[in-house]
Nanobody, 118 residues
Framework: QVQLVESGGGLVQAGGSLRLSCTTSTSIFAIYTIAWYRQAPGQQRELVATVSSRGTTRYADSVRDRFTISRDNSKNMMYLQMNSLKPEDTAVYYC????????????WGQGTQVTVSS
């Protein structure tokens, strides 16, 4: 069973930045497609960003040009750099990984809260 653990969430003012990290327990992380999802209260979980094992990236329209997804295969870690944060970015953020070229994959983290104050 692959375990994913997020960190880096917190409270930030609008316009600020946060960097989320996700560490994984798998030694074959490099072949996974990875993604970040988020879920705000009362809303469905939505895809924020993804990068495949081939390096293809995709972003939700709402975060494009503000968020950057990245991966460090040597450390089995993934990241989400979030800049110019807005109150509507407030949500629980989840990392996700799995086989195949499109998310969601099989494995989920427990989530980390991001709160953006106005």
């Amino acid at each position: 069973q692959v375990q994913l653990v997020e960190s880096g969430g917190g409270l930030v003012q609008a316009g600020g930045s946060l960097r989320l990290s996700c560490t994984t327990s798998t030694s074959i992380f490099a072949i996974y497609t990875i993604a970040w999802y988020r879920q705000a209260p009362g809303q469905q979980r939505e895809l924020v960003a993804t990068v495949s094992s081939r390096g293809t990236t995709r972003y939700a329209d709402s975060v494009r040009d503000r968020f950057t997804i990245s991966r460090d295969n040597s450390k089995n870690m993934m990241y989400l750099q979030m800049n110019s944060l807005k109150p509507e970015d407030t949500a629980v953020y989840y990392c996700n990984a799995g086989f195949g070229q499109t998310p969601p994959g099989t494995y989920w983290g427990q989530g980390t809260q991001v709160t953006v104050s106005s």
